[in-house]
């Protein structure tokens, strides 16, 4: 039970990260649109881009990231749809929480509830993957389509994850000229992403207290209940995932999987060491022809 919300540890820190957010979202394509949403658990940053119709491509973002990890994507994505990235409640950004999360389904809906959202192209990565997918197990009738990028949820995170966070922090204070090839060897893009994305959540990881609960993997039986068309992409140097165990779980229990692909040679961020990729399978997704079901 989440009995406390999370915080930045001094008013300093809270700050120095206000700032590095601030830059990072100016990365963002323009026009840019900023939503506060008031939810039973505090207030929901959310920012928009793209045309005015459709329904929309809805981003949530891995563990410790923001909205403006997508930078990369939203210019793209936006010129054919709405597209909407949720600064996650409990995670630092621009969102405000002020009770603790009991129930991360419940939360995302009044979020889209908020937004007038009824109908949504759900894309989440990581962390975000997993609450994607238990909105999926939840039987909501928001969900067009559910894109799960290297998601939480599919399987026991390995031991050998919290060696590669540590690898990777260690790797932040090697010398620039070594980082490129640091990426490679540790599949850790963040090692070359640019340093505006990265500064909000280096800060964040080292001075904000998320109160976060450990995301345990979805029961069979709950991965059954997701009833609306999926598409799966891992990467095939995940350090969250065993890709191939990842997918054979999933063509087993969930009834409506699409399309699930490894992307050889990348790592857990896949949104963001391969944007091109993501973005053509977001949008083929979405718009793939469907039976009267999923009309």
Known sequence: MRTKTGTFTTKQSASAFERAYERAMALWPSPQEAFDVDTDVGMTRVYRHGVPDGDPIVLLHGHGGNASTWYALVEQLGRRRPVYAVDTIDDPGGSIQTRPVRDTSAWLEQVMEGLGLDRVHLV????????????????????????????????????????????????????????????????????????????PVILGSRWFRPHRLPTPPYIDGELRKVNVPTQILVGGRSRLLRPAAALERAHRLIPDLERAEIVAGAGHGLPQERPELTIARILTFADRPRGKDHD
């Not at 932040?172 to 893009?189: D, F």
Request: charged share 15%.
């Open 124 to 199: 989440g990565h990581s962390y975000g993957g997993w609450m994607a997918l238990g909105l999926g197990v939840s039987g909501t009738g928001r969900l067009a389509t559910l894109t799960l990028l290297d998601p939480g949820g599919l399987l026991k995170v390995p031991k050998t994850f919290l060696a590669h966070l540590v690898a990777g922090a260690l790797a932040m204070q090697a010398p620039a000229t070594w980082k490129p090839g640091l990426a490679k060897i540790l599949a850790e893009h963040g090692l070359v992403e640019r340093p505006e994305i990265m500064a």
